[in-house]
């Protein structure tokens, strides 16, 4: 039995066809297009497969509201022409098979979680940093949602005093993906975040900011881990700031055993999306 996955991006589509042993048989990258001519791509190459199911992690937001009448659909994405694209439903129509759809955090968590670094706890979340900021939360296997999909990228943190950066997010001042996304580091920097030196104060700035988040997400979720990726997160110096600052701001309220522990890398090396949309997929094939 083989399973379809795909990691959709805003910069690339990660198609991938996994077997039982959950191994990768075949695996290709399509550029992100207009939605036709990427989804063409992309079912060229599972049509060559015989899948059973496929399992779809996508940039957001999307509707995940299965009551709604644009159940499926990408929402207000700066990318126009995926606006209002019901990709679900396109999915399901070109390649005839079951698709579960969530989204591209939700399905990383859903991969650290069974077969990364949440292997050995019941719950735990997983927050990217990288072109935006988002977070994913699996309790008990399962991804979890409300009406929708969560959207911890955009909750409100505690500007520094003096912080007079206005932030990139559109619809908010001071959110956290619109003070430390990549964007967000590279506009108040000047220079791309790769080649900021590791000792300037912009860290200070972004390790306090993600902490604040940690804390809130500690105090509502209360998961037993926090996986944080995405590409600013290779700057692995951020791991022990982020700890410092949670431990100072959660002046130990919560007993937190380890906080390496419990605030920690990805074990996955980029393929937890990828990995967890094909969880996604073989839990609507049982
Ligand atoms: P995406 O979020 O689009 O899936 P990534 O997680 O790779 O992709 O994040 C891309 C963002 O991360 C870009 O804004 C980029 O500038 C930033 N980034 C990537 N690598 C690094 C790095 N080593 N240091 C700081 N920022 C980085
Ligand atoms: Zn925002």
């Known amino acids: 039995m083989l399973i379809g996955a795909i990691e959709a991006g805003g910069t690339k589509f990660v198609c991938s066809v996994l077997n039982e042993s959950n191994e990768t048989v075949d695996k290709c990258i399509i550029k992100t297009k207009k939605p036709a001519e990427t989804l063409n791509e992309a079912a060229n190459f599972f049509r060559g497969h015989d899948i059973e199911s496929l399992g779809v992690g996508a940039f957001g937001p999307i509707d995940l509201n299965a009551k709604s009448n644009t159940y499926g659909m990408i929402k207000n994405t700066p990318k126009k022409d995926w606006k209002n694209f019901p990709l679900l439903e396109e999915l399901k129509k070109m390649l005839k098979v079951p698709v579960a759809l969530d989204t591209d955090v939700n399905a990383a968590c859903l991969g650290e979680f069974r077969f990364g670094a949440a292997q050995d706890v019941d719950s735990a979340m997983y927050i990217t940093v990288g072109t935006g900021v988002g977070a994913g939360f699996v309790k008990d296997n399962q991804v979890f949602k409300g009406f929708s999909h969560p ?8 500007r520094i005093a003096d912080d007079t950066f206005p932030g990139v997010c559109p619809y908010h001042d001071d959110c956290i993906e619109g003070l430390v996304s990549g964007p967000a580091i590279e506009k108040r920097a000047g220079v791309k975040g790769t080649d900021i030196d590791k000792n300037d104060a912009v860290w200070e700035t972004v390790a306090y900011y993600i902490a604040q ?23 692995s110096h951020l791991y022990p700031m982020i700890r410092k600052e949670f431990a100072r701001i959660l002046n130990d309220y919560i007993e937190i055993d380890d906080v390496n522990e419990y ?4 074990l996955m090396n980029d393929d937890q999306g990828v990995i967890g949309a094909a969880a996604l997929a073989r839990d609507i094939s049982r």
Not at 151 to 158: C, Q
Not at 222 to 228: A, F, K, L, Y
Not at 263 to 266: F, G, L, Y
Request: net charge positive.
């Open 213 to 235: 988040a940690l804390v809130n997400y500690t105090l509502v979720l209360s998961p037993e881990r926090i996986i944080i990726g995405g590409g600013v997160m290779k700057q």
């Open 263 to 266: 605030i920690t890398e990805p």
């Open 151 to 158: 959207e911890m990228g955009h909750i409100k943190v505690k």
